[in-house]
């Protein structure tokens, strides 16, 4: 089994994605990569502009021994898996399992963000893997208020309360599922009581990486 390296841009990611690799993956070793700047200039110039700074942050991974990448980002997903025919070594935007497990459950898709700058490459994804499987897709687009800067000030608790509450409000408007678009939101998940499905990210996404690293060798 190769080494998978995980691209962060917040370091609460790190604890989060040991903890799903230790109880579900067992022996596979992760090098984390923590970028903050990334993420803050993405939101400020949109994904694009981060292009070439990721690319070599991908680049260095490579060549530091990285059989394959994980981007646990949303908004530079999208632009990190680009990057994979150019790299050599297979790039895995987290969100994708969960955003082809979201089509499969009904054509009322809500996905709740709290960074408007994940809505875009949230979406575009969500309409990529609708076409893949051939499904109708209704996507409606949430910002959860206030949760952002909770999540800034540390308050763990208070960020995910918010979405909790964005999730509930969000299944009585008559969604058939609810994406949580960042992996930071994961913990809202388990939070209230509702009937429909709730994605998150990083569970399957960790799951289909390490698939990639167990997986044969050219």
Known sequence: MVTLALLHTSPVHVPVFDA???????????????????????RRDGPEAVADELGSVLERAVADGAGAVLCTCSTIGGVAEARAAALG??????????????????????????????????????????ERAARPVDVRTVVVDGAWERFEAGDRDGYVSLIAAAVERAAADGADVVVLAQ?????????????VPVLASPRPGLRAAAALCAGPRP
């Open 20 to 42: 799903l690799r230790d109880a579900d993956h067992p022996g596979l070793a992760l090098r984390h990569l923590v970028h903050e700047e990334l993420l803050d200039r993405a």
């Open 183 to 195: 992996a930071s939101m994961a913990d809202a998940a388990a939070r209230g009581a509702v009937r």
């Open 89 to 130: 070594a297979p790039v895995l935007r987290v969100d994708r399992p969960m955003a082809a497990a979201a089509v499969t459950a009904g054509p009322a898709v809500t996905v709740l963000a709290t960074v408007a700058s994940t809505l875009g490459p949230t979406v575009a994804l969500l309409t990529e893997e609708a």
